[in-house]
Structure formats: structure tokens, C-alpha cells
């Protein structure tokens, strides 16, 4: 399978409206969490285009700058102008997110932004799991902002610093920051003007120039229980033993690789940070022979080859768990070992 570019990932990201909008909740920083409530709002209520700097410094340097537009309803569309990016455009049209490549000869669907539902549960928990402090102000873009720091209760989980600006609450400057405290990626909007804007084609899914919208391989995964993907695929979902302190189930996802074999993907969220299982079936059933016996071969699906996976037994079949997260790594040996030390039923 082709490795995703993490700067790909991460933009993709904030297409898909990974800035949550959320109800306001008290805390023990009223002013702080007010702020971040307004700072979580401005993608369904904004207008701006701008140009941004994104550098990502681990697991090596990296820099990328990109024209932005946003329209409210969490309309968005960023064009890269420089980096191993460049000639590349992702957006989203409110609802769906797509990436195209340059000159739009190959464009992709690339899946449906968090639903309310998922942004309401999510905000509970970052409102469990997180410190919000106000940390000074500083100008940015020739705007005043205000700065938050977002730090979870629990060691061992990645944060986050936001630069919002104070009339708008529109996020100018976003630093991630992995648990050993090093700085992962830092987004700045170094212009940004809030004219009204009247061009909403921009923000849809662009014509292929190749004439109908190509049919292209990719992952790509639809919610589901885990009590219907095992009726209608006869496959099960993994249940680890142990997650993190503050981590719970987001949903369960049937999961299509590139190669089209399917895995089963649990998400757990604790707020602000994604912690992902894939559960690969050992082999894959490609069809009936003439004779009527099922034609069993090696699973094709391969996720994050160099990270490693468990062999495990779940309901009798043999699996390949892969975890993923920007966790600890010790959290995700732990999470991993769970499944060798329980039986899976």
C-alpha cells in the first residue's frame, strides 16, 4: 500500500473539519474555555482566504505554503504552492472532503467530515481530559490574538497551542506538540483577509479534466457496528483490554484497503487525539471455485508496514492488529500487548 505524506494527512485533517465545533461547557478557566468554544465555532461561521506556512519538523524538516479559503459551514479549500505538495488542492464542500492532484487529472472522495454527533462527544471529553489556560496575546497577520494552551490531565498524550484571533476567533497559528513536549508540526496563517466572498464552485468537488471522475484505488471506510460487520463480512472487531486513561470508542469502522480487502478499524478518542486499531484477517476469502470450497489466499492489505503488528485469535480466526496514534510509544505496546494477554471472543 502507498504510504500517506503525514503533511497530506494532517491538511486533510483540517478539511475535514478537524477544528470540532462544540457546545460551551463550564471549567475551571471560564475565560479560556469561552474562548476555545468560539475558536471551535468559527469554521461554521467564518469567511476568509489567506496564505499559510506549514512546517512539519519530525520525523524530519519539512515545509509547504498554501493559498486557504474558508466560507462558513465548514467550507474549505487549500492550495500548495510549494513543498513536495505543490500542484496539489484538498477541500471540502460542507459535507464531503476530496483531494485532487494538479490540473485535476486524477481527483479523489476521500470520505465525510466528524458528524455533530461525533463533535459533541468529543468536546465531553476534551473538556475531561484537557487543561485549557490562557497563556498572553500576541499580533499575528496584523491581528490581535490570543493565545491557549490545551494540555491533558493524563502523561503520556499529545497537546496543543492555539493563536485566536480575538475578533474573529479564527485559529492564525496552530503548534502540535508530541508528549515528550517536542514541537510535530506548527500551521500559520501569515495573511489572512475577511472580505466577503461569493464563489461557492470553489469549494466543490472540481471536474476531472479527465473527463468522468476517474475511478481510483484508495482506502476508505464506512461507520458501522461491530455486530453488523461480523453478520455481513464475517469479520470481528477488536477490543483491547486496555486503552489509555481518558480514551473511549469513538465507532467501529469496515475498513477497504487499497488492494480492496477488508479490515475492521476501532477509533478511540480522548477529546483531542485519535487512538486507531486496524484488525487485518490473516487471509482473505477472494471467491468460490468451481467445486464450491472458498478460494482462501494471504491478506493484500497492509497498514503502516513499518509499524509493528500482533498475531492474535479472535473469534477463531487469526488477525494482524496494527495500533496507531501519536501516543506514547509505551502506551502503544501496551495497548497491543492487551490483546496477547486477553482472549479475544
Not at 471560564?30 to 506549514?54: C, F, N, Q, W
Not at 501569515?190 to 481510483?216: H, K, Q, R, W
Not at 463480512?233 to 488492494?259: T, V
Amino acid at each position: 500500500m502507498k504510504r500517506s505524506n503525514p503533511l497530506l494527512t494532517f491538511a486533510v485533517g483540517m478539511a475535514a473539519g478537524a477544528i470540532f465545533v462544540f457546545q460551551l461547557l463550564p471549567a475551571e478557566n471560564d475565560r479560556a474555555i469561552i474562548l476555545l468554544e468560539k475558536a471551535l465555532r468559527a469554521p461554521r461561521e467564518s469567511v476568509y482566504r489567506g496564505t499559510s506556512v506549514t512546517y512539519c519538523y519530525l520525523p524530519k524538516p519539512l515545509e509547504t505554503r498554501a493559498d486557504v479559503w474558508h466560507k462558513g459551514l465548514y467550507r474549505e479549500r487549500i492550495g500548495y504552492l510549494t513543498g513536495p505538495l505543490k500542484g496539489y488542492t484538498i477541500g471540502c464542500d460542507g459535507t464531503h472532503n476530496w483531494q485532487s492532484d494538479a490540473n485535476a487529472k486524477t481527483v479523489k472522495v476521500t470520505g465525510k467530515r466528524a458528524s455533530e454527533e461525533q463533535t459533541e462527544q468529543r468536546f465531553d471529553l476534551l473538556v475531561r481530559n484537557y487543561r485549557v489556560t490562557l497563556d498572553g496575546a500576541a499580533t499575528l497577520a496584523g491581528r490581535p490574538a490570543s493565545i491557549l494552551t490545551v494540555k491533558p490531565r493524563n502523561l503520556g498524550n499529545p497537546w496543543r497551542r492555539l493563536w485566536i484571533d480575538q475578533k474573529t476567533f479564527v485559529a492564525l497559528r496552530t503548534d502540535d506538540y508530541l508528549p515528550n513536549d517536542r514541537l510535530k508540526t506548527r500551521t500559520v496563517l501569515e495573511t489572512i483577509d475577511y472580505s466577503p466572498m461569493n464563489d461557492d464552485l470553489l469549494f466543490s468537488v472540481p471536474a476531472s479534466s479527465a473527463g468522468d471522475l476517474p475511478s481510483v484505488p484508495m482506502a476508505a471506510t464506512r461507520a458501522m457496528s461491530a455486530e453488523l460487520i461480523k453478520e455481513i463480512y464475517n469479520l470481528d472487531s477488536p477490543r483491547p483490554a486496555y486503552l489509555p486513561p481518558g480514551y473511549e470508542l469513538e465507532r467501529y469502522y469496515l475498513y477497504r484497503c487499497e488492494c480492496g480487502d477488508k479490515a475492521v478499524l476501532a477509533r478511540f478518542v480522548d477529546g483531542l487525539n485519535t487512538l486507531s486499531i486496524f484488525a487485518v484477517p490473516a487471509q482473505s476469502i477472494s471467491g468460490r471455485p468451481a467445486d464450491g470450497s472458498e478460494s482462501v489466499d494471504e491478506s493484500c492489505c497492509t497498514i503502516e508496514e513499518q509499524r509493528p503488528a500482533v498475531e492474535v485469535q479472535i473469534g477463531g480466526r487469526g488477525y494482524r492488529l496494527v495500533v496507531l496514534g501519536d501516543i506514547a510509544d509505551s502506551e502503544i505496546k501496551r495497548v497491543a500487548e492487551s490483546f496477547e494477554k486477553a482472549t479475544q471472543s
